[in-house]
């Protein structure tokens, strides 16, 4: 019986060692993906919350159009557009596959988080707009120093819990074929079916140990903004 | 005799041959269906303090919300030191005032709030300064200096750093006025300025009011159910009913001698 545990346990480990090299070589593809998807998401966000309070029509039921299609559609199929379907129809080439997957990535949740950039900016008591008129302020001058600050405070907190919903939304550009982590465990599994428990055991491993630094960062956002909109 | 001492009243006009600094000119205002200011005329002279007062619902906020812009009248006209502020002229027609006419016209207008609205994300300090630094475009130094030095006489020069979720409702309300005086306002309003606050801190904000009041130069209009304090220091009571002004003249003249029925009736309830 001991004997049997300890044969496992060696099998597991010499799998481990053989695994995680093999994960490893796609850990780049995934935080690359990772980051400019958040950059570009938090982009997006900002210039669709704001452009949904414009007072011109044209713009703002622009933008809605853009919300709704986003958030109304699954994010596997946005993806498959922008990598196969527009490439064909308009005869351009996102064959990058970068690109396609950044953008089918940060514009989903960039529609998602537009949402919270809108509803902060609509949370900020009224009476700080009106002290800012009070003062002279202009337009602009409202928006950057007074009602945006605060708005970012409430913003903070979905946008951590956001950061971590596409960490884990990357793992679907391997499905256009980028060499990701999931993609590299997926090649190792399809070749040795045994290891399927210690690839996806590591992956996930792989994916909550990424998690974590992101975990403490919306905690420190929460912090913040606990902070930040104490009573005037 | 009844009928010429109501006429006096009136027509009064303390600081009399100065010309006006701010004129409502058959002002009508509506919130939907419901008529608020019924054809306002009033005059405001430079330095002068007047008192607003009548029932609750008839309208005094609404009318120094539209002196600050924050409110558009529905007809008439205000005039600020001149100039019409909710229409200007282009190619010799009158339109409705952009963005940039209002902000040209109520730079000589301040307001304090009766919920302060102080910026919960900026301390004492900044809350003073960035206005003089947007907008007057002063340098940092001056508009610290003259920050520091208005929040010491309002009494608040040892809480520069501090966020105002550091202080109570009272101290709140001063740096309040410390900010909009900074401005050096022409002009200033303040709606119910204590009357979100706790009665025994009250009177350190009367007390500032009371300083800002005996330097004189700036007029004031002050919405207040304060009465002995309106008493002491209104060039002017004006009792607002129905949507007109329904009495004014000098606050002994209003506040105890007035005959007007709705007028004692208001008073009444005060007092009881
Ligand atoms: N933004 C608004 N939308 C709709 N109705 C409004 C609005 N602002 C004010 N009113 C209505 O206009 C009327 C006058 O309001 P206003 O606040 O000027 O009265 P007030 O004299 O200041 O009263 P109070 O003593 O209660 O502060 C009230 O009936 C109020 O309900
Ligand atoms: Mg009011």
Redesign the pocket.
Known sequence: MEFYFLYMGVIIINAIIEVFPVLMKGIHITITVFILSVIFGYLFAFIAGLCRLSNNIIIRSTTSFYVEIFRGTSLIVQLFWLYYAIPMLFNIGIDNRLMAGVLAISLNYGAYMSEIVRGSILAVDKGQTEASIALNLTRFQRMRLVVFPQALRMMLPEFGNYLIQMLKATSLVSLIGMTDILYHGNILRSTNLSMAPTVYLLLLVFYFIMALPLIFLTRKGEEISKRGVANG | MAELVKEMKQSITPKRGAKPIVEYKDVYKS??E?E?LKGLNLDIFPGEKVALI??????????IRMLMTL?QPTSGEIIVDGTDLWHMKKNGKTIPANEKHLREVRGDIGMVFQHFNLFPHMTILENCMTAPIQVKKESKETARERSVEMLEKVGLGDKLDNYPSQLSGGQKQRVAMARALVMRPKIMLFD?VTSALDPELVGEVLEVIRDIAEEGEMAMVL?THEMDFALEIADRVIF?DDGVIAEQGSASEVLEESDNERLQQFLYRFRS
């Open positions: 919130f939907g419901v608020v009548g029932p609750s619902g008839s309208g005094k906020t609404t009318i409110e119910e919405v607002l």
